[in-house]
């Protein structure tokens, strides 16, 4: 097959779970993928596929991805320190049977990833950091349950926050959903981070470049990288069962990021202006998409 992987035969059981025979389930949609990747498209491998009981594991687990957010959202105001953030979704996630992905993973020492202001992604929660009426945070929550991973982010405005701040958070929200309309079966990835890139200029605004989305599911960060400064027509087919993240990192100013912060984690604007960036979660469809986690 174009993956790689050992052919079935017409009357064995479906890859997919669903229990039918290979002929009446997946062999026409494995014999078109067959195709493109011989027409010389990016086919993404078929291991990388979510089955419908994939699908159904990562939802379960995004009920309380997006439960953690909305449990922050409820309480996050002046005076809120970034650790009682981290306690928030620690506390919550554990008490849903689930384990907060970003605690221990590659020494990260937190359970959640709390970037204020300049902070463009992976801020450390501390005791120390304090959120006073102006700030723009993004919070970044990542749920394992059973095995399976959720993902996704949001920025929240605390008390009075400037207009030019403001409308870097909206139009970044605003950057998801003018890719999630490129997600569309058979399209390609890189459509999605260039109609991003574009909507940014529009705005003024730039894109980081080194840090982008990701394929997720049976892992934390799978393939694809999803670059939001793409080019259209290029990168990974969108193959029906590919699961990623939308996860731009748009800046006020310019594009360059500072990564030499001496705790390994926090990444800055090189330029000291604030940055913001929202996170979904979505499969590809037969006919568009699904949002998994929000
Ligand atoms: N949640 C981030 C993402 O969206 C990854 C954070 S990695 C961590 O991909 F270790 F910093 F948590
Ligand atoms: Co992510």
């Given at each position: 097959m174009y993956d790689g992987d050992i052919e079935l035969g017409?009357?064995?059981?479906?890859?997919?779970?669903?229990?039918?025979k290979y002929k009446k389930c997946h062999l026409g949609f494995d014999e078109r993928l067959q195709k493109l990747a011989e027409a010389g498209e990016d086919v993404p491998p078929r291991a990388l596929l979510k089955t419908p009981e994939d699908i159904a594991g990562v939802k379960k687990s995004a009920k309380v991805n997006v439960g953690v957010l909305d449990y922050v959202a409820e309480r996050i105001g002046i005076g809120t320190t970034t650790e009682q953030i981290n306690g928030w979704v620690h506390d919550y996630t554990v008490q849903h049977g689930a384990i907060p992905a970003p605690l221990d993973y590659e020494g990260f020492p937190k359970s959640v990833c709390t970037s204020v202001n300049d902070v463009v992604c992976h801020g450390i929660p501390s005791p120390q950091e304090v959120l006073a009426s102006g700030d723009i945070v993004n919070v970044d929550c990542s749920t394992i349950l059973d095995g399976y991973y959720s993902d996704s982010s949001r920025m929240f405005c605390i008390g009075d926050v400037p207009e030019e701040a403001r409308r870097l958070v909206e139009v970044t929200k605003e950057s998801i959903q003018v890719g999630l309309e490129q997600v569309k079966p058979w399209g390609h990835l890189g459509d999605v981070g260039a109609a991003i890139n574009a909507f940014a200029k529009e705005h003024g605004y730039s894109v980081v470049r080194e840090f982008g989305g990701h394929g997720i599911g049976l892992d934390f960060h799978e393939e694809p990288?999803?670059?939001?400064v793409s080019r259209p027509g290029t990168g990974w087919l969108l193959v029906p069962g590919l699961m990623f993240t939308i996860e731009p990192m748009i800046n006020m100013g310019k594009h360059r990021i500072d990564m030499s912060d001496p705790n390994g984690w926090t990444v800055r604007t090189k330029d000291g202006l604030p940055t913001a960036q929202w996170e979904v979660q979505l499969v590809v469809t037969e006919d568009g998409y699904e949002l998994i986690s929000w």
């Open positions: 017409r009357n064995d059981e479906c890859w997919c779970g669903s229990g039918k990288f999803v670059s939001f």
